[in-house]
């Protein structure tokens, strides 16, 4: 062996503080139980921190707000369900008579309520479908569209929301009178053909739910503006165009100044018809929250059936894509 051959190293013993191995714990109890203790920690760290669900006082608001709007229709129901006496009683009841249908018949008997009731169904939905319609076109125009002025011009649509109604009645109620459409249905359903907030509504949802790669996309495949409009920007738009077409039915159907204005008593809409029942010197207010109380009905049904598209346009507006 030559003297230049390296010689093995000794091995020298750590003096460090002991490590615990596989081989110190072969039956793995000591890992398993350090695991299983951080795993519980971290789960009541999970369980205070601001993932948790909501407590009982997020429900306790949610039940007062609910109750708090149904008080009215509940109120609206037990009146009409009482004869005329019940608001001069010692002892107010707190639940509901037999009386409501006696007074609902009575209502479609005083007023024509259901020439009324189509009338309002007409309108509201006629108005409904062109808001949406047009306040689409011209939300895509403001959203997607470079044009000169369309800051300016949104600017303006925008400011023409704080310009009081009552402003226009007596200028609008002339032009009815010369076109001949006092009295008539289209008296009330033109000018709430498109409306401000409708066009500031879509323009807001289309900037953020179509993104301009898209259109373009839609461009070089050899789409026309219109095409792209009904293509791409309509089907996107269905969550807003949902939730508008609701706030412009509940608005027209509950509309009263100007049907009331430009609409006669043998041809109004719904609450003007309910209006009539308070004509008289004594007002009998079971028949009036009866008629109140019917004229709600529609509105229920609307939001059952619609109740989908409206949870899923109020998500779409407030989650971030």
């Not at 750590?14 to 398993?32: H, I, L, V």
């Amino acid at each position: 062996m030559s003297a230049l051959e390296e010689k093995p190293l000794p091995i020298i013993p750590r003096t460090g503080p002991a490590t615990a191995t596989k081989d110190d714990d072969p039956d793995g109890r000591r890992g398993s139980g350090s695991g299983a203790g951080s795993r519980r920690r971290a789960g009541r760290r999970r369980s205070r921190g601001p993932g948790r669900g909501p407590g009982w006082i997020v429900y306790g608001c949610l039940a007062a707000v609910i109750l708090g709007g149904m008080f009215p229709l509940w109120w609206s129901f037990l009146i009409g369900s009482h004869d005329s006496t019940i608001l001069s009683r010692d002892s107010f009841p707190i639940l509901p008579g037999g009386n409501f249908f006696a007074n609902a018949a009575a209502v479609i008997d005083t007023v024509p309520f259901w020439r009324a009731t189509m009338n309002s169904v007409i309108v509201s939905t006629v108005t409904g479908v062109s808001v949406v319609f047009f306040s689409t076109l011209a939300g895509y125009a403001f959203a997607k569209l470079r044009f000169r002025g369309a800051v300016p011009l949104l600017v303006f649509v925008i400011a023409t929301m704080a310009v009081p109604t009552q402003l226009g009645v007596v200028p609008l109620y002339q032009v009815m009178a010369r076109l001949g459409w006092t009295g008539e249905l289209q008296a009330v359903i033109v000018p709430g053909l498109v409306t401000a907030f409708g066009v500031f509504w879509m323009t807001q949802y289309l900037r953020q739910a179509i993104p301009d790669e898209l259109i373009e996309a839609a461009t070089v495949d050899g789409c026309s503006m219109i095409r792209t409009f009904w293509h791409v920007a309509l089907p996107a738009a269905k969550p807003a165009a949902a939730m508008l077409f609701l706030f412009t039915f509940v608005l027209n159907w509950t509309n009263f100044f100007w049907p009331f204005i430009v609409l006669g008593p043998q041809n109004p809409t719904l609450p003007v018809a309910l209006q009539q029942l308070q004509a008289a010197h004594f007002v009998d207010y079971s028949l009036v929250l009866a008629g109140a109380t019917m004229a709600t009905v529609p509105l229920l049904i609307l939001f059952i059936f619609a109740g989908r598209q409206l949870v899923s346009g109020i998500m779409q507006g407030a989650v971030k894509q």
